[in-house]
T-cell receptor, first 115, second 113 residues
Framework: EPEVTQTPSHQVTQMGQEVILRCVPI?????FYWYRQILGQKVEFLVS????????KSEIFDDQFSVERPDGSNFTLKIRSTKLEDSAMYFC?????????????FGEGSRLTVL | KNQVEQSPQSLIILEGKNCTLQCNYTVSPFSNLRWYKQDTGRGPVSLTIMTFSENTKSNGRYTATLDADTKQSSLHITASQLSDSASYIC????????????FGAGTRLAVHP
């Protein structure tokens, strides 16, 4: 069964360092998302991406964050200068249609620990 | 403010028993309501999706109900199994800003033998 894959599964970094989280969405999907979940808290929307541009973003997704689809398969989330509060599980998701009708498939997540 | 509240926060049941999890939301207008299962340290997996016009949706031993008038939903699990131990998350899609799924905090279910 097709699945969303994410790498790395766990990354530890020093505060102020840049981090890139990678995702390979399901191949025929057109809509891509990043969500995050701070330990013990709710899953929160970060950004949605369609047709090679950001379609929506949350207040969390400030100038320190960026997303890119560098080739036909990868979808990346970059955090330019990590802060302690960026420590969380980051989930990539993809869908083949508008999320108001289509199912979102989530990856297994990348755990980011900022020291 | 758009919110999704779930109860109980946690629940312990014996294998084979049924249980019902509750979700109240203030998201309005909304497009659909979803229930996800999330194992510890894993990504959420979709169980059901209901549009605002649907009252019930089943997926095997999982049955979700929706009352759009009272803004309540429930997830009923029948004949629970040990593998049902997980967090169950209610998620609402706003009609406007439909890419921004709004997640509840989840109910952590533990099924004991």
């Amino acid at each position: 069964e097709p699945e969303v894959t994410q790498t790395p599964s766990h990354q530890v970094t020093q505060m102020g360092q840049e981090v890139i989280l990678r995702c390979v969405p399901i191949s025929n999907h057109l809509y891509f998302y990043w969500y995050r979940q701070i330990l013990g808290q709710k899953v929160e929307f970060l950004v949605s991406f369609y047709n090679n541009e950001i379609s929506e973003k949350s207040e969390i997704f400030d100038d320190q964050f960026s997303v890119e689809r560098p080739d036909g398969s990868n979808f990346t989330l970059k955090i330019r200068s990590t802060k302690l509060e960026d420590s969380a599980m980051y989930f990539c998701a993809s869908s083949d249609g508008l999320s108001n009708t289509g199912e979102l498939f989530f990856g297994e997540g990348s755990r980011l620990t900022v020291l | 403010k758009n919110q999704v509240e779930q109860s109980p926060q946690s629940l312990i049941i014996l294998e084979g028993k049924n249980c019902t999890l509750q979700c109240n939301y203030t998201v309005s207008p909304f497009s659909n309501l979803r229930w996800y299962k999330q194992d510890t340290g894993r990504g959420p997996v979709s169980l059901t999706i209901m549009t605002f016009s649907e009252n019930t949706k089943s997926n095997g031993r999982y049955t979700a109900t929706l009352d759009a008038d009272t803004k309540q939903s429930s997830l009923h699990i029948t004949a629970s199994q040990l593998s049902d131990s997980a967090s169950y998350i209610c998620v609402v899609t706003p009609l406007r800003g439909y890419n921004k799924l709004i997640f509840g905090a989840g109910t952590r279910l533990a099924v004991h033998p």
